[in-house]
């Protein structure tokens, strides 16, 4: 029997991806070739990410664009806002704090949306950062955070940069860069893209390119090097030109399927994984459904079960999904339902070998 892979990221590679690393390509620093297709792949992305800004792609797991931005972007001293309502919100701000940035943070319980518009507005005001961070998709926590509203008050109080964690929402949900003022969009390959955990993806508006230039930081995660390298063919070190391959095809293969057609593909398998959860006698974590992600569902752990027990039961049946992270740890189990596993075949099996877990 196959096991059922339903982690929310990394998530499963299809065949057709998978085949783009059998083949071998000239040399990523020198020929033609490749420039085209970086420009051409940009292209595809930006319509992702909703924006005419463009879209750096570098080599390497989504935490180096995380770090990459951050670091291009402040220096010690630098205000920024963190809007903290799940692991990866609040670790951002840690990340910040670490670069000496002074970071206040507008917490929420990890159960909730960051939807006290109010209270985000009235921080801003008084704070006057420089930089206000946010997550889209709370992974671990299964919450889409409400973006555009945050956008509205960035573009109200004139902040400098928005910078937005979309890496596990980008292709799964409506992303708008453009319309909802994000400077610093993130994403990743390994999440609804369903490529490995191999490239980093960043959207740049040109106030963020202002910045880099005079913040000038220089490292392997460095923004910089990536502004002109298209003009200059230049780039700071070899691309990954089969990882870039493999994001045309993945970009491809979304818009090809057109991308309202694949937010409510997402939609459906998200809403019918949690009225089965519900039938199960299960809870989802966040309180309210209207913040539930399209792309990951999180469900408290049964009072009669632990994670492990639970965890070894699933896999005893085939069934591979997600603990949580932080707080959140052995508390929380996750199923990801993004990309190729945004599947109604495979989420109705994933749940009926959840049913026959439950009944041990
Ligand atoms: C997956 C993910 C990342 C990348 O982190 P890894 O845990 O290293 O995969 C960053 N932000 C969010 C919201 C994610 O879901």
Redesign the pocket.
């Known amino acids: 029997m196959n096991n059922i892979y339903l982690v929310p990221?990394p998530t499963t590679v299809p065949a057709k991806i998978r085949a783009i690393y059998q083949h071998d390509f000239g040399s990523s620093d020198l020929d033609s070739d490749f420039f085209q297709l970086y420009s051409a792949t940009e292209q595809l992305l930006q319509q992702l990410f909703g924006t005419t800004n463009s879209v750096v792609m570098m080599t390497g797991?989504?935490?180096l664009g995380?770090w990459g931005g951050l670091k291009s972007c402040l220096q010690p001293g630098d205000k920024v806002v963190s809007i903290a309502n799940g692991v990866?919100g609040r670790g951002i701000g840690e990340m910040a704090q670490s670069l000496g940035a002074e970071v206040e943070f507008v917490e929420f319980p990890f159960y909730e949306a960051a939807s006290d518009f109010e209270r985000i507005d009235t921080v801003v005001k008084r704070v006057q950062p420089k930089m206000i961070t946010a997550?889209h998709?709370?992974?671990p926590s299964g919450i889409l955070n409400p973006i555009a509203e945050i956008g509205a008050i960035k573009a109200k109080y004139n902040t400098p940069l928005l910078y937005v964690?979309a890496?596990?929402s980008l292709g799964g949900a409506p992303v708008e860069v453009d319309n909802w003022h994000i400077d610093i969009c993130l994403g990743?390959s390994q999440?609804v893209l369903s490529c490995p955990?191999d490239m980093t993806l960043l959207s740049v508006s040109p106030t963020a390119w202002e910045t880099i230039q005079q913040v000038n930081y220089s490292g392997y995660d460095a923004l910089g090097p990536y502004f002109n390298a298209l003009k200059q063919q230049l780039f700071p070190y070899t691309p990954h030109w089969r990882g870039i391959a493999a994001l045309t095809l993945a970009t491809k293969m979304l818009l090809e399927e057109g991308l309202e057609q694949v937010f409510a593909r997402h939609q459906q398998v998200a809403t019918f994984c949690r009225e089965k959860i519900a039938e199960l006698g299960l809870t989802i974590y966040p309180h309210d459904k209207i913040y539930a992600a399209p792309t990951v569902t999180a469900i408290n752990v049964p009072k009669n079960f632990t994670w492990n027990k639970l965890n070894n039961s699933l896999r005893e049946h085939g069934l591979i999904v997600g603990g949580s992270f932080g707080p959140l740890a052995e508390k929380v189990f996750r199923i990801g339902h993004m990309g190729s596993q945004a599947d109604m075949k495979l989420i109705k099996n994933a749940l009926s070998i959840l049913k026959l877990a439950l009944a041990l």
């Open positions: 990221g797991e989504a935490m995380l990866f997550v998709c709370e992974t964690d890496v596990a990743g999440k955990p």
